[in-house]
């Protein structure tokens, strides 16, 4: 086994992007991405940077939504505006105008501050303008305490086919610890609202180990679960990011610190998830994710498993083009001001990665299933999984953290637990040890800078074994 475990509240590869400094390397970036050649499949994200409250320990960047109900309705007007604009002037290049769009995902921030209005104007634009699959699959992220029946209605009877909810914990005293915006009883009340409507595929995001979570407010929320008829659950270990508010007030002792991420009870909840799981019919089908069969999330599927081209809009929201990531700044009025101008929103970007590099993502995206394809690797890379990764295939066997069947590799259950090692076993030599790349991280994308910190480790570090 590894002598220190990974954690990572998510993976992105490569690790490491740029600030693109000028207009000649503005202009080399768009040359790369090949836009004027036909796309096949892609998924796209749509970021919503707004929150009507900052939760204490989160390190992403958001706008607060002003009180004044006039001027934040003048302000998401003007930001919808620009993302209509943004999409269409995407959809106008061949690769996007002609490719297949396989799946949707409106996060942020909150997806759900969106009124009627501005959801009819962007989901207009994605169906007249794109090429939607037929299966397409296309997410509201968003709070409880956004929707009303008007709401749930409007989106029960359009596009969207998903939502996905931030509940956390349907304990009252334990969302007050971690200052969520809305209370319990919002999320029970918002789901069987949305599910009256006709919506049936709801996934909740919840959280465990937060500062005075017990096992008694584990065993709680999965009763309440269990009433709600959940098709899809996504679990997180609670992170206390550094600098963050939860930091400070962990620090100052108002706030009680959160359990070892090794501690006897943290393991207990994450059994006490995987048996909620078995019991409710669910399996976990990803790294964090169990789903009903017939509800595993599209969206990833496409993303991580095919790992197809991505198209992100809006500040903090990240690209995959033509082997290529770019991010865009975290900088709401520099983004409708670059869509407005009709320049390029593209700030940050990757190296383009090469074939090997290419392959090494694919076999880090796909481990997030606990397996790869031997059949599915060949069709893609026309290579034999074995004889591209033969040392570190082997070494993983020898260490029973994978088996070898006659179609996958599979990750054994005590690999299971080792998962975000085994992940960085297919990080390219060149990504570690990347001093250049910290000194891009406050300007680079905020999602980002986790897998910078990673990237600037010693290989070693991570991947030595005991």
Same mark, same amino acid.
């Given at each position: 086994?590894?002598?220190?475990?990974?954690?990572?509240?998510?993976?992105?590869?490569?690790?490491?992007?740029?600030?693109?400094?000028?207009?000649?390397?503005?202009?080399?970036?768009?040359?790369?991405?090949? /836009?004027?050649?036909?796309?096949?499949?892609? =998924?796209?994200?749509?970021?919503?940077?707004?929150?009507?409250?900052?939760?204490?320990?989160?390190?992403?960047?958001?706008? /607060?939504?002003?009180?004044?109900?006039?001027?934040?309705?003048?302000?998401?007007?003007?930001?919808?505006?620009?993302?209509?604009?943004?999409?269409?002037?995407? #959809?106008?290049?061949?690769?996007?105008?002609?490719? +297949?769009?396989?799946?949707?995902?409106?996060?942020?921030?909150?997806?759900?501050?969106?009124?009627?209005?501005?959801? !009819?104007?962007?989901?207009?634009?994605?169906s007249r303008y794109f090429r939607l699959a037929d299966d397409c699959e296309i997410t509201l992220e968003?709070?409880?305490?956004?929707?009303?029946?008007?709401?749930?209605?409007?989106?029960?009877?359009?596009?969207?086919? +998903?939502?996905?909810?931030?509940?956390?914990?349907?304990?009252?005293?334990v969302l007050q610890i971690v200052g969520s915006p809305h209370k319990a009883q919002q999320t029970i009340?918002?789901?069987?609202?949305? %599910?009256?409507?006709?919506?049936?595929?709801?996934?909740?995001?919840?959280?465990?180990?937060?500062?005075? $979570?017990?096992?008694? $407010?584990?065993?709680?929320?999965?009763?309440?679960?269990?009433?709600?008829?959940?098709?899809?659950?996504?679990?997180?270990?609670?992170?206390?990011?550094?600098?963050?508010? %939860?930091?400070?007030?962990?620090?100052?002792?108002?706030?009680?610190?959160?359990?070892?991420?090794? @501690?006897?009870?943290?393991?207990?909840?994450?059994?006490?998830?995987?048996?909620?799981?078995? !019991?409710?019919?669910?399996?976990?089908?990803?790294?964090?994710?169990?789903?009903?069969?017939?509800?595993? @999330?599209?969206?990833?599927?496409?993303?991580?498993?095919?790992?197809?081209?991505?198209?992100?809009?809006?500040?903090? #929201?990240?690209?995959?083009?033509?082997?290529?990531?770019?991010?865009?700044?975290?900088?709401?009025?520099?983004?409708?001001?670059?869509?407005?101008?009709?320049?390029?929103?593209?700030?940050?970007?990757?190296?383009?990665?090469?074939?090997?590099?290419?392959?090494?993502?694919?076999?880090?995206?796909?481990?997030?299933?606990?397996?790869?394809?031997?059949?599915?690797?060949?069709?893609?890379?026309?290579?034999?999984?074995?004889?591209?990764?033969? @040392?570190?295939?082997?070494?993983?066997?020898?260490?029973?953290?994978?088996?070898?069947?006659?179609?996958?590799?599979? =990750?054994?259950?005590?690999?299971?637990?080792?998962?975000?090692?085994?992940?960085?076993?297919?990080?390219?030599?060149?990504?570690?040890?990347?001093?250049?790349?910290?000194?891009?991280?406050? @300007?680079?994308? #905020?999602?980002?800078? $986790?897998?910078?910190?990673?990237?600037?480790?010693?290989?070693?570090?991570?991947? #030595?074994?005991?």
């Amino acid at each position: 086994m590894y002598k220190n475990r990974c954690y990572m509240p998510f993976i992105l590869y490569p690790p490491d992007m740029y600030d693109v400094p000028d207009a000649k390397a503005d202009s080399q970036l768009i040359q790369s991405l090949d /836009l004027d050649s036909d796309g096949t499949d892609f =998924v796209m994200y749509l970021s919503i940077p707004y929150c009507r409250v900052c939760c204490k320990a989160c390190p992403y960047f958001v706008d /607060l939504l002003p009180m004044n109900n006039g001027k934040t309705q003048q302000l998401l007007d003007r930001y919808v505006d620009a993302l209509v604009l943004d999409l269409k002037r995407h #959809a106008a290049t061949r690769r996007w105008g002609n490719a +297949r769009l396989r799946g949707v995902y409106i996060g942020g921030g909150t997806g759900s501050l969106l009124e009627i209005s501005h959801l !009819d104007k962007i989901l207009s634009t994605l169906s007249r303008y794109f090429r939607l699959a037929d299966d397409c699959e296309i997410t509201l992220e968003g709070n409880a305490k956004d929707f009303d029946k008007e709401k749930a209605i409007f989106v029960a009877n359009s596009i969207i086919n +998903r939502i996905s909810l931030g509940a956390q914990s349907f304990q009252p005293e334990v969302l007050q610890i971690v200052g969520s915006p809305h209370k319990a009883q919002q999320t029970i009340d918002a789901i069987r609202m949305l %599910q009256d409507a006709g919506i049936k595929h709801i996934q909740l995001d919840m959280m465990y180990n937060m500062p005075g $979570h017990t096992l008694e $407010h584990w065993e709680k929320d999965f009763k309440v679960l269990h009433e709600l008829d959940i098709k899809h659950l996504t679990t997180y270990l609670y992170r206390v990011t550094p600098g963050t508010r %939860q930091e400070s007030l962990i620090k100052a002792g108002k706030v009680a610190p959160v359990a070892d991420a090794e @501690s006897a009870i943290v393991k207990q909840m994450q059994t006490m998830i995987r048996q909620f799981a078995a !019991d409710a019919g669910m399996h976990n089908y990803m790294y964090e994710h169990y789903a009903l069969p017939g509800y595993e @999330s599209k969206y990833n599927h496409w993303t991580m498993k095919e790992c197809v081209d991505a198209l992100g809009f809006g500040p903090g #929201a990240y690209s995959f083009i033509n082997q290529r990531r770019t991010g865009i700044s975290k900088d709401v009025e520099r983004y409708i001001n670059a869509v407005t101008n009709g320049d390029n929103t593209f700030t940050t970007a990757s190296i383009q990665l090469t074939p090997k590099l290419s392959k090494q993502r694919y076999m880090i995206f796909n481990l997030l299933y606990y397996r790869i394809d031997k059949a599915h690797y060949r069709q893609a890379w026309k290579t034999e999984c074995y004889d591209d990764f033969k @040392s570190i295939i082997d070494g993983l066997i020898r260490d029973n953290l994978m088996q070898d069947t006659e179609t996958e590799f599979i =990750v054994t259950e005590p690999g299971k637990s080792w998962l975000q090692n085994i992940m960085l076993e297919f990080f390219d030599d060149s990504m570690w040890e990347n001093s250049q790349a910290l000194k891009q991280q406050q @300007s680079s994308w #905020a999602m980002n800078n $986790h897998m910078i910190d990673i990237g600037a480790s010693k290989k070693e570090f991570w991947l #030595a074994r005991m």
